[in-house]
């Protein structure tokens, strides 16, 4: 009944979208909003979860990390694929990221979220990052925090913090054509500011005992979910495979894979299951992800990073 539900929610928007030559933000395609009172105002103890690919959404989130650690609360973090989704609904307070993922929160950061138990009365918190300004950043973060009201928890704040792209069908081993670096490389001392008031106003909103009302509104990003933005982009992506004589065996590529879709025995990926999110390329130090678009070989992320000599510049609360 849901996927039923669900279909004719899609079409009715697409159906109404046609009808318009263009999209008004103005329509709300649903409100976010506490379903349950929200259980304490005080937080003893909070998790700060992320799921990151390049790093940069683990930046953010540890940033969180510290500034609750300096208001004495007792953090749970690290990546969500790595955490216990049973022991989530023990704390006061739960503050998930995610990059924004072809418009949308990633697929497996929602399954993990729904995975998790009831969280009855618990603030939560969301945030996101994004490489670029059309991002639908705001509903991509809406799409984790309608998960956990689902759960019965009680949303008290989402936040998006824009990021150097890390979109690698930009970087082209040869192309001396990317003149597209964002300077200052971000995020910056400025966002980690940003980062830091977030925090603030998270444990703000839950002493005050207020809660946030949330509206995704339907926007040409996304509408453009609705048509498979990844799977289209796959088409253009040719000779995805491990390289032999480049590959050390370090699995950082298996381990970055959110999909188990690559076999180092083989030295091949399974271009069925791949949601190219290029965690493996951006996180190959040895060059040992052949990816080519358009008959052009791809480089992953840090090497764009180092051909072009941009380095970030770590806040005070991670340089120890």
Not at 13 to 24: D, E, R
Not at 263 to 285: W, Y
Request: proline share 5%; charged share 20%.
């Amino acid at each position: 009944m849901d996927n039923r539900r669900c279909f004719l929610k899609k079409s009715a928007v697409i159906a109404a979208v046609t009808a318009f030559p263009v999209l008004p933000s103005c329509i709300t395609l649903n409100t976010i909003e506490a379903q349950v009172p929200l259980k304490s105002k005080e937080i003893k103890n909070a998790a700060v979860l992320w799921y990151s690919q390049s790093g940069n959404t683990e930046k953010c989130g540890k940033v969180l990390v510290k500034t609750f650690e300096k208001k004495g609360i007792k953090v749970i973090y690290g990546d969500l694929r790595d955490s216990d989704a049973s022991m989530v609904p023990t704390v006061d307070l739960i503050v998930i990221g995610s990059p924004v993922f072809y418009y949308d929160t990633p697929d497996f950061v929602k399954d993990f979220i729904q995975s998790l138990p009831d969280i009855s009365g618990i603030p939560v918190a969301a945030y996101v990052t994004f490489g670029g300004p059309e991002g639908n950043q705001h509903n991509a973060g809406c799409s984790m925090l309608e998960i956990l009201v689902k759960k019965n928890g009680v949303p008290v704040g989402l936040e998006s913090f824009m990021s150097i792209s890390s979109y690698s069908l930009s970087f082209k081993e040869n192309d001396a054509e990317i003149k597209t670096m964002q300077k200052p490389v971000l995020p910056d001392q400025n966002t980690y500011k940003k980062v830091r008031e977030y925090a603030g106003f998270i444990l703000s909103q839950v002493e005050k005992g207020s809660t946030s009302k949330f509206k995704r509104t339907l926007t040409l990003r996304e509408f453009s979910t609705y048509f498979g933005p990844e799977w289209w982009t796959k088409l253009t992506v040719d000779n995805h495979h491990i390289i032999e004589q480049n590959c050390v065996g370090c699995n950082a590529c298996v381990e970055k894979c959110p999909t188990d879709s690559i076999d180092l025995d083989s030295f091949s990926v399974n271009t069925d299951s791949c949601v190219l999110c290029f965690g493996c390329i951006n996180n190959c130090q040895y060059q040992a992800v052949n990816m080519e678009s358009n008959n052009k070989k791809l480089i992953g992320f840090h090497e764009y990073m180092e051909k072009n000599n941009l380095k970030f510049v770590l806040p005070n609360e991670l340089k120890t």
